[in-house]
């Protein structure tokens, strides 16, 4: 499973962003996709994962701001980013499990930079 992220830039403390993530190679076998992100010098934190069946989980500081989403017939998930903070710029990756969740895939990083 190979994935393209898509959608980072610079926003304005406040304003929104989407971003999206693209699947290809073995498809049929994804199960739960979502995005992480990581600030320099920080560990990797979930933001939030949606499953096939369309349950999602968010991080506590994320929940009411951001909404994940995925179009399973397109293949692609999505990050609907709403009153973004200066605390939350940081380099999103997504990723995608599949094969029963025993394999996860990475897009690159997608940097996402919001300015006060």
């Known amino acids: 499973v190979q994935l393209q992220a898509f959608g980072g830039g610079l926003v304005q403390a406040g304003g929104s962003l989407r971003l999206s993530c693209a699947a290809s190679?073995?498809?049929?076998?994804?199960?739960?996709m979502g995005w992480y992100r990581q600030v320099p010098g920080k560990q990797r934190e979930l933001v939030a994962s949606i499953t096939s069946g369309g349950s999602t989980n968010y991080a506590d500081s994320m929940k009411g701001r951001f909404t994940i989403s995925r179009d399973n017939g397109k293949n692609t998930v999505y990050l609907q980013m709403n009153s973004v903070r200066p605390e939350d710029t940081a380099v999103y990756y997504c990723?995608?499990?599949?094969?029963?969740?025993?394999?996860?895939?990475w897009g690159h990083g997608t940097l996402v930079t919001v300015s006060s």
């Open positions: 190679g073995t498809i049929f076998s994804i199960n739960t």
């Open positions: 990723y995608a499990n599949w094969r029963s969740d025993n394999f996860r895939s």
